[in-house]
């Protein structure tokens, strides 16, 4: 079965920097679209960045500049590492991944596979 595994979440203070990992079981992690999502209180869950097995990016207006998405498919590790955060990047962040990147983006309800989510929370 695919299993995705955050870890990494944690408070910082406003400017500060969180490093997010996604361990991928029980699938060839390699050839798939991988990417982190987030869901703050009252609002939707949105697209932070992908990595297609390409390794073709998609970033989130908001982020770009400040998030950086890496694969490892050696390890079956998906990273965002995260800088100059700010309090409205506070939110539940999610891995996940689909059988294509414009599935996984548009987070369809098919085919798309998601982990239990890591908290961040940025103080301001």
């Known amino acids: 079965d695919v299993r995705l595994a955050e870890s990494g979440g944690g408070s910082v203070p406003a400017g500060g920097s969180l490093t997010l990992t996604c361990a991928h079981f029980?699938?060839?992690?390699?050839?798939?679209?991988v990417g982190w999502f987030r869901q703050a209180p009252g609002k939707e869950r949105e697209g932070v960045a992908a990595i297609g097995g390409d390794f073709r990016t998609i970033y989130a207006d908001s982020v770009k500049g400040r998030f950086a998405i890496f694969r490892d498919d050696d390890k079956k590790i998906l990273t965002l590492e995260m800088k100059n955060l700010q309090p409205e990047d506070t939110a539940m962040y999610y891995c996940?991944?689909?059988?294509?990147?414009?599935?996984?983006?548009?987070?369809?309800?098919?085919?798309?596979?998601w982990g239990q989510g890591t908290q961040v929370t940025v103080s301001s």
């Open positions: 029980g699938y060839s992690f390699a050839t798939y679209p």
């Open positions: 996940a991944m689909s059988i294509s990147l414009q599935r996984l983006w548009s987070q369809s309800n098919e085919d798309v596979y």
